[in-house]
Structures are given as structure tokens and as C-alpha cells.
């Protein structure tokens, strides 16, 4: 084992989209695990678009990150030392302790993950809060039925993905839109939407969402805000319902984000437009977890994951969600599963 641990802090506050000022690489002492507490080896970095809203000082449902502090972040680690009743040295455990090689944990902090039910990957994505992040937003805001029309922006991303799937099993009719001819080609083929548009090659948005719509939108869950969703905003029927997941259009705008009013279309529409965190469901993510897994296991649902290797690589993959390119949850591999 090593005798340093590297961390990756927030060394600025960056205005519009990040560069290599706003990260700084440090190593320290890793320390050793007291009564109660477990050493952790990092094996997976979670990279989430949210990072960017904890970057900026400002209130928010999440406290932003502190300069010259670890950027905190989902991961999966690998006990290597336990002084603590419920771990083991070799368990596999999730937490939230963010950018680093190796972290000393109260045994408060973590939670041991099932290794058997899916690639241990899967908990920071489809079994973890992404998935429960599609669920709950899709289900319990959106609340399709069968024969609508759900629409998805972002859809070939980690969040959007799980959604499309979960409204083709309530039986809806799903059209996505992604940023590429891969993204257009991995939503209609091996996800089975039922459309796909390439927002970057189109002529017309709304000329392809007219087409792909031909009886409105009943359902928009809305990953990107700006002019995509002005463009599917303009198709949505009466009582239509809309999820505000994320708005990744304009985390890195340096000025205000400026668009058409949306509240004379709600309101001749009668339509829900409403914003919402996972953790807005704590309190039911059993429920979620367990729908998640069974229909995983009987091939309802499929994932694909980005992965990038290499802790050095963790400012550039997530730099990356802002570019497109990723397909499915972006993650970086840090270390390998001892045997």
C-alpha cells in the first residue's frame, strides 16, 4: 500500500467553464483507522454535472465546495483496513468522500454494496443515484401513462438513458434528444426508443419534434433547459408534466441565461413544470433500488458506462460531461478490486 494518498482540491472558483487553475493535485499522509472508523482504497470517482453548481458560491439545496478542500463526490472504495464491527478487509463500499486515492471513514460514512448483483460500477450509476434520480424525477413528477409521449433531452446521458427505458416499461411512446449520431444510434437501437434527434445536425428542432411528435408531449423531462427545452416547451399538451432535472446548458454561462417566459404556455397548457433533487425522495429510495434491480435482472433495463482511467485523469472527465461525451454514466477507474 502506499504510504501517500492524492487528493484533488478546489483551488478557484471558476467564471464560465473550468480549466486546470480551478484543480489542484496535493498528496498527504493516508493515516490510519481508529475504533469505529475503516480505511478505504478508492477503485471508482463519480463525475456529475451538479459538481458545477458546488463550485460557485452561492445558496443552493447542497453547500458549495470549500476552496483548497477535497471535492467531495460519489465513489466506490475497497476496505483495506477495518477497526469497525460491521466491515471487513476486501468489502466493497459506496460513500461520498469525493476525489481522492484512499480516505479514513467513520463507519457511518460508507455503505457495503452487494458485489453479486451487478458490476460494482452500477451503484454510483444505474443502482445508485442516477438511476434513483431518473425513477423518482420520471415516476413520481412526470407520471406517465400508457400511449404518451415522453421526451428527454439529454437523453443518451447517465440520468436521461434510465429515464427513456423506465417510460418505455409504463408503455409510453419515447422520442430522445442527444448530441450525436453514436448517441442517436445507441437510444433507438439497443435502447428502443422510439426516436431519436441530433439537436447539433438538425435544420429544425421543432420541425423534427412536430414530426416525432405528432400528438404533443405529454411528459418533458428536461436534462439541458435553453433552447432545446424552448423548442419542446412549444409542443407539450394540456396537463403535460415537467421534470426540471438539470440545466447543463448554462453552468458555464458567465451571464444570465435568457429565454422565452414559459408562464403563459403553463398556463394555457394547465401544465406542471417542476424542479426536484433525489434526495427530495430519501425517504423511498428502498423502493426505488429494489424496482431498479429486478428490472435490471430480467433485462428491462440496460447501461452503459463511460469509464477514464487513471486518477490524474478526474479534472478532464469531468470536463467532459460539459463537451458530450459520454455515453451513459461517466466514471473514472482509479484502482483495481484486490482478488
Not at 493515516?31 to 480505511?39: S, Y
Not at 457511518?108 to 452500477?122: F, L
Not at 421526451?151 to 418505455?168: D, E, N, T
Not at 458506462?305 to 490524474?312: N, Q, R
Request: net charge negative.
Amino acid at each position: 500500500m502506499d504510504n501517500k494518498k492524492k487528493q484533488i482540491l478546489l483551488a478557484e472558483r471558476p467564471i464560465g467553464t473550468p480549466d486546470n487553475n480551478t484543480f489542484q493535485f496535493v498528496e498527504t499522509g493516508i493515516g490510519q483507522p481508529e475504533n469505529g472508523e475503516v480505511l478505504l482504497r478508492t477503485l471508482y470517482v463519480s463525475v456529475d454535472p451538479y459538481m458545477r453548481g458546488r463550485m460557485i458560491d452561492t445558496p443552493s439545496y447542497v453547500a458549495p465546495y470549500e476552496l483548497n478542500k477535497v471535492i467531495e463526490g460519489g465513489v466506490i472504495g475497497e476496505v483495506i483496513e477495518s477497526k469497525s464491527d460491521h466491515f471487513t478487509q476486501g468489502d466493497v463500499v459506496i460513500g461520498g468522500y469525493g476525489w481522492q486515492t484512499y480516505y479514513t471513514a467513520k463507519e457511518t460514512e460508507v455503505r457495503k454494496i452487494d458485489k453479486d448483483i451487478a458490476p460494482i460500477s452500477t451503484h454510483l450509476g444505474i443502482l445508485g443515484m442516477t438511476g434513483l434520480t431518473a425513477y423518482f424525477g420520471l415516476l413520481e413528477i412526470g407520471k406517465p401513462k400508457e400511449g404518451e409521449t415522453v421526451v428527454i433531452s439529454g437523453a443518451a446521458g447517465a440520468v436521461g438513458s434510465v429515464v427513456g427505458q423506465i417510460a418505455k416499461i409504463k408503455g409510453a411512446r419515447v422520442i430522445g434528444i442527444a448530441g450525436s449520431d453514436e448517441k442517436i444510434q445507441y437510444l433507438t437501437e439497443e435502447l428502443h426508443f422510439d426516436e431519436a434527434i441530433n439537436y447539433k445536425t438538425t435544420s429544425s428542432l421543432k420541425k423534427d419534434l412536430t414530426k416525432a411528435c405528432p400528438n404533443g408531449v405529454d411528459v418533458y423531462f428536461d436534462n439541458v433547459g435553453g433552447e432545446i427545452s424552448d423548442a419542446v416547451l412549444a409542443h407539450i399538451n394540456k396537463f403535460a408534466r415537467i421534470p426540471i432535472c438539470g440545466a447543463i446548458s448554462s453552468y458555464n454561462l458567465e451571464g444570465h441565461d435568457l429565454g422565452p417566459r414559459v408562464q403563459s404556455t403553463l398556463i394555457k397548457k394547465s401544465a406542471l413544470m417542476q424542479g426536484f433533487t433525489v434526495g427530495d425522495f430519501a425517504n423511498q429510495f428502498p423502493e426505488g433500488s429494489v424496482s431498479l434491480a429486478k428490472w435490471l435482472q430480467e433485462g428491462k433495463l440496460q447501461y452503459q458506462e463511460t469509464i477514464k482511467e487513471g486518477f490524474e485523469n478526474i479534472p478532464d472527465a469531468f470536463l467532459d460531461l460539459f463537451k458530450g461525451n459520454n455515453i451513459g454514466k461517466l466514471l473514472v477507474k482509479v484502482a483495481d478490486q484486490s482478488s
